[in-house]
Nanobody, 114 residues
Framework: QVQFVESGGGLVQPGGSLRLSCAASKIFLSVYTMGWYRQAPGKQRELVAS???????TYVDSVRGRFTISRDNVKNTVYLQMNSLKPEDTAVYYCNVFGWTTNWGQGTQVTVSS
């Protein structure tokens, strides 16, 4: 069964940075468009960034210019570098193949607070 394991979250002050990692098993990420998603309390899960197999990236407006998605096909891992974090970025962050609705991992909690 495909598994995603997200890590790198934590508590950070506004303006701080975090780097999230998404490791996958039983799937070669290199052939898929991958996405980072987040779900804040009381809100629906939303896509915040995606990266195609060819390296083309897209971002939701609220994170563009602050977040960077990347991938390491040798390590079979996708990353999300998050800079200039804001309290509204607080959420559980997940990765998944773009368009998939199953195989969600546990996610990693990101809390931005002073």
């Amino acid at each position: 069964q495909v598994q995603f394991v997200e890590s790198g979250g934590g508590l950070v002050q506004p303006g701080g940075s975090l780097r999230l990692s998404c490791a996958a098993s039983k799937i070669f990420l290199s052939v898929y468009t991958m996405g980072w998603y987040r779900q804040a309390p009381g809100k629906q899960r939303e896509l915040v960034a995606s990266i195609t197999s060819g390296g083309i990236t897209t971002y939701v407006d609220s994170v563009r210019g602050r977040f960077t998605i990347s991938r390491d096909n040798v390590k079979n891992t996708v990353y999300l570098q998050m800079n200039s974090l804001k309290p509204e970025d607080t959420a559980v962050y997940y990765c998944n193949v773009f368009g998939w609705t199953t195989n969600w991992g546990q996610g990693t909690q990101v809390t931005v607070s002073s």
